[in-house]
């Protein structure tokens, strides 16, 4: 497994949530999915800064009952993750936990009920998976992010990658371009499928590798992915880190 760095998380929620939070009515959700979770930092340092501004937009006693209840509710509305390991997924839900009781002082974590998070808001699933509950539950709700570092691996798309692409092209059949991948590239698979959970608004912010921007592919016409990428998403910024990757 590899770990995000904490200064690019950071980076990331700067550039997405707290922009949101910063112009957010009281009261309002900002839903995150990362569908490769791991441990979940994204989500952890996500419901930080909701809970954050809870706090801050309604003047709450900490120490009461009411808000206990209400950082409980705020980790359910507004924090999502998928990933293959269920290991992960249980490291990313123990995170929540923990990041819940930070908010409280010790005689209220004597009482204190942790949420449901397992099978409502953290799944153990393959993202390409169009027949798992999670694609009902988080279609149910309006996601503003979807964020994340998803795996980087060439050939790296299962058999549920790969069917999902062909069913996805099946249904495409006006498009422009045909939606395609470069080398079987696990993390461009993730950033096509971001899609089918994305309203018009939605803003998904991942971490790939930049050679995702610059194949050609193998024939003269171009990166597949590319192309389609191009033409299908509106693409607000490129945060290139190649350059210094040494």
């Not at 707290?18 to 995150?32: D, T």
């Not at 942790?114 to 509950?133: E, G, K, M, Y």
């Not at 996805?168 to 470069?182: D, G, H, P, W």
Request: hydrophobic share 40%.
């Amino acid at each position: 497994s590899y770990y995000t760095p904490l200064f690019l998380v950071d980076y990331i929620l700067k550039e997405t949530v707290e922009r949101k939070l910063q112009r957010m009515k009281p009261n309002a959700n900002c839903i995150v999915l990362d569908p490769a979770c791991g441990s979940g930092i994204f989500l952890v340092e996500t419901l930080r800064k909701i809970i954050e501004k809870y706090i801050h937009d309604t003047k709450i006693e900490v120490k009461s009952e009411k808000f206990k209840t209400a950082i409980k509710k705020l980790a359910k509305d507004n924090i999502f993750g998928i990933d293959k390991d269920v290991n992960a997924v249980r490291v990313a839900i123990f995170s929540i936990y923990l990041t819940l009781l930070d908010y409280l002082e010790p005689p209220g974590i004597e009482t204190f009920k942790f949420p449901t998070l397992l099978d409502s808001n953290f799944f153990v699933d393959d993202f390409f998976n169009n027949n798992a509950p999670f694609n009902s539950i988080i279609k149910n709700v309006k996601v503003n992010f979807i964020v994340g570092n998803p795996p980087w691996k060439g050939g790296g798309m299962d058999a549920l990658g790969k069917e999902y692409l062909k069913l996805r092209r099946n249904k495409e059949l006006n498009k422009k371009y045909e939606i395609a991948i470069n080398n079987n590239e696990l993390a461009e698979g993730f950033i096509l499928r971001a899609s089918d959970f994305s309203a018009v608004d939605t803003q998904i912010s991942f971490i790939i590798r930049s050679s995702s921007l610059y194949n050609k592919g193998y024939n003269d016409e171009g990166s597949p992915f590319r192309q389609y990428w191009l033409e299908e998403f509106f693409v607000d910024r490129v945060f290139e880190l190649a350059p210094v990757r040494y």
